[in-house]
């Protein structure tokens, strides 16, 4: 069975300043989830089924009445990221995967490569919980960790691990996430407006929604969620909570619904979606951890070391292109004016992202935005 340290994680979430706190705990991980993706849009690209996440097909719960781990759960891009990692200097290298969720992309690794180790590291204690149990099989050769993936370097020294040859990152909500209503991230299920990736701490989706000012909402909806009616919608806040409070996922669906309905006669996601994708982001402070995280992770690799990171949205997707160019890009010489290929960070593996194959799509529909990139530390 794998350890599960005692560990600090922060947990940094919403835009009301009085309601933020750190969470500090040292219980014993047992929870984290699979960030998978969310539904949403791309920047000029609409999204053409309203959630989209990380692939839990039909059938594939969080466990049985035995306890047993999801089996048919599909990691999204799975061959290609073993391909990425499964090269002869990394065969017995530590790998971290910092989205652990399900353990999918962990346990075909493990798989593959029969002398690596990995660590897998989430802040949902209730997905490292089942994972957990679904790579026990694999002994001390898999290390279960919560915390947060941009706290990868406390996270790691902490277990003793100072550097090591690959970091994965599955960014986004899973499937899990949305298909449990109790966790609030779906605008399908009618339940408590939550969204909080890990529930021991921060402020709740409806926190934000009941207790943030007009313009901050406007913000939140506009730069998060691309929403073009972020004005209308965060003005239909305001009123209905001066009324009642919007305390669940249909209150808050119903409202988008009416205040900036879909156009008639027009197939498109639903209008909820953008608000929901922005609300959730916010809540779980998503893009400021992928910065820290995409800076920290190349901090943490050995030379020929492998970051290969998945996202779901162009939000998402903007800031790991530009990260990773900007660090395979060395600094110009003053005197020549050009570019010192010897302080070079990276080697970009992936000039364009890698998208699913049509066959991958057809098994697994809400892997149709995926995009990955990844990066060799030079």
């Not at 021991?200 to 406007?218: F, H, K, P, Q």
Request: glycine share 8%; charged share 35%.
């Amino acid at each position: 069975m794998s350890s599960c340290a005692p560990l600090g994680t922060t947990c940094r979430s919403g835009t009301v300043s009085a309601s933020r706190r750190a969470c500090r705990t040292s219980r014993s991980p047992t929870r984290t989830s699979r960030r998978s993706r969310s539904a949403e849009s791309e920047a000029r690209e609409v999204v053409r089924s309203g959630e989209e996440h990380r692939p839990t097909p039909p059938g594939a719960n969080d466990g049985d009445g035995d306890g047993e781990p999801a089996r048919l759960h599909l990691p999204v891009l799975r061959d290609r990221v073993v391909e990425l990692f499964d090269v002869p200097e990394l065969a017995a290298a530590t790998l971290v995967d910092c989205t652990l969720g399900l353990g999918g992309h962990t346990e075909a690794l493990l798989e593959r490569m029969p002398r690596a180790r990995l660590v897998g590291i989430d802040r949902d204690r209730e997905a490292l919980e089942l994972a957990s149990r679904r790579l026990q099989r694999f002994g001390s050769r898999f290390l279960a960790v919560h915390g947060r993936f941009d706290d990868i370097g406390p996270l790691l020294r902490r277990q003793g691990i100072d550097r090591v040859g690959g970091v994965l990152a599955d960014l986004g909500v899973s499937s899990m996430q949305l298909d449990r209503a109790d966790r609030g991230f779906s605008f399908r299920h009618d339940a408590p407006l939550d969204m909080r990736m890990d529930r021991s701490c921060g402020i709740t989706a409806a926190e934000l929604v009941n207790r943030s000012s007009e313009g901050d909402l406007v913000r939140i909806l506009r730069d998060y969620g691309e929403e073009r009616r972020a004005r209308r919608i965060a003005r239909a806040m305001v009123d209905r909570r001066q009324q009642a409070p919007i305390e669940t996922t249909g209150e808050l669906r119903d409202l988008v619904h009416r205040v900036a309905p879909a156009p008639p006669g027009r197939r498109t996601i639903d209008p909820a979606t953008r608000t929901f994708q922005a609300l959730r982001i916010e809540v779980n402070q998503e893009l400021a951890g992928l910065r820290d995280f995409l800076d920290r992770s190349l901090e943490q690799l050995d030379g020929e070391g492998r970051l290969v990171v998945i996202s779901y949205h162009s939000l998402e997707d903007r800031i790991v292109k530009h990260s990773l160019r900007r660090h395979s890009i060395g600094e110009v010489d003053p005197t020549t004016g050009r570019e010192r290929a010897e302080t070079r960070l990276v080697e970009l593996l992936t000039k364009k992202p890698v998208r699913p194959s049509g066959q991958e799509v057809r098994a697994n529909p809400r892997a149709r935005s995926a995009r990955l990139r990844a990066a060799r530390r030079l």
